[in-house]
């Protein structure tokens, strides 16, 4: 794998549009300015986001409610070029209950500390979707990546 810099926007053009031979896209992380699991996370709905609006969006903008599920599978499957899975919960919920419910809301387990205590919800045609992100550090990665990977998981 060849090393290259790019920004943020390059970055998700190529992982959500122009990847099309699926090739991994790894992430040096240790060099940007996350220091906690919450900073993590939002940088994974981040990613999220701006790829559902390059794949789907117009105009720069995506209305969130309506999204499909095939349309959700398709951009978490891109996430895990560059490392980052999901843990995908659906449920169908019940009609008299829909207006309930915040279109995007984030639940946050125990104090936070952790990438997995944190997750984000997505209620879009009638279906809510729970996603928990994790990101997967490359054997062969430096030291330095590593522990950054480490101290993200760790309370401060």
Same mark, same amino acid.
């Given at each position: 794998?060849? &090393?290259?810099?790019?920004?943020?926007?390059?970055m998700i053009n190529y992982v959500f549009l122009d990847n099309i031979n699926k090739?991994?896209?790894? $992430? =040096?992380?240790?060099?940007?300015?996350?220091?906690? +699991?919450?900073?993590? #996370?939002? #940088?994974? *709905?981040? %990613? $999220?986001?701006?790829?559902?609006?390059?794949?789907?969006?117009?105009?720069?903008?995506?209305?969130?409610?309506?999204?499909?599920?095939?349309?959700? =599978? +398709? +951009?978490?499957?891109?996430?895990?070029?560059?490392?980052?899975? *999901?843990?995908?919960?659906?449920?169908?919920?019940?009609?008299?209950?829909? =207006?309930?419910?915040?279109? %995007?809301?984030?639940? %946050?387990? #125990?104090?936070?500390?952790?990438?997995?205590?944190?997750?984000?919800?997505?209620?879009?045609?009638?279906?809510?979707?729970? $996603?928990? #992100? =994790?990101?997967? %550090?490359?054997?062969?990665?430096?030291? &330095?990546?590593?522990?950054? +990977?480490?101290?993200?998981?760790?309370?401060?």
């Amino acid at each position: 794998m060849s &090393n290259l810099n790019m920004s943020m926007s390059e970055m998700i053009n190529y992982v959500f549009l122009d990847n099309i031979n699926k090739k991994p896209v790894q $992430l =040096n992380l240790h060099e940007t300015k996350i220091q906690t +699991a919450h900073e993590l #996370f939002y #940088f994974c *709905v981040d %990613v $999220l986001s701006k790829g559902l609006i390059c794949l789907y969006g117009k105009d720069g903008s995506f209305e969130i409610d309506t999204l499909t599920t095939s349309q959700l =599978n +398709a +951009a978490l499957e891109r996430l895990r070029y560059m490392g980052i899975t *999901v843990q995908l919960t659906s449920v169908r919920l019940h009609a008299d209950n829909l =207006n309930d419910w915040k279109p %995007v809301d984030v639940v %946050v387990r #125990f104090m936070g500390h952790s990438l997995s205590d944190y997750r984000l919800r997505i209620i879009s045609q009638g279906i809510c979707h729970l $996603l928990t #992100f =994790n990101i997967k %550090v490359p054997d062969d990665v430096n030291d &330095n990546q590593t522990f950054w +990977a480490q101290q993200c998981r760790r309370p401060r």
